[in-house]
Nanobody
Framework: QVQLVESGGGLVQAGGSLRLSCAAS????????IAWFRQAPEKEREFVAA????????DYADSVRGRFTISRDNAKNTVFLQMNSLKPEDTARYYC??????????????????WGQGTQVSVSS
């Protein structure tokens, strides 16, 4: 069983930056894709970014591509999301998640089985 703890959220002005971290414990996740999702009030949870077991493969939602960067440190069981040029529409609770199966490139909510509690990101205009 994997436990995930997100951190790094906060309140920032539009144009600012934040770096989210996701620390995993319980077992190694080096062979599993890790993703960030977000959910705003009264909206569906949506995909933000994912990184495969091979750190060279990353995927991004169109809305964040070019502004956000996902990375992982398997030795530390940690995944990061660097968020630059933040916009008010980025305001949401951000969750990290581990894929249900290894060695797959995945980006859909139902493909991920272990979730953290999330960290709130609020961007003011």
């Amino acid at each position: 069983q994997v436990q995930l703890v997100e951190s790094g959220g906060g309140l920032v002005q539009a144009g600012g930056s934040l770096r989210l971290s996701c620390a995993a414990s319980g077992r190694t996740f080096a062979t599993y894709a890790i993703a960030w999702f977000r959910q705003a009030p009264e909206k569906e949870r949506e995909f933000v970014a994912a990184i495969s077991w091979s750190v060279s493969i990353t995927d991004y939602a169109d809305s964040v591509r070019g502004r956000f960067t996902i990375s992982r440190d398997n030795a530390k069981n940690t995944v990061f999301l660097q968020m630059n040029s933040l916009k008010p529409e980025d305001t949401a609770r951000y969750y990290c998640a581990v894929a249900k199966v290894p060695f797959r490139r995945l980006t859909t909510v139902t493909d991920f089985g272990s979730w953290g509690q999330g960290t709130q990101v609020s961007v003011s205009s």
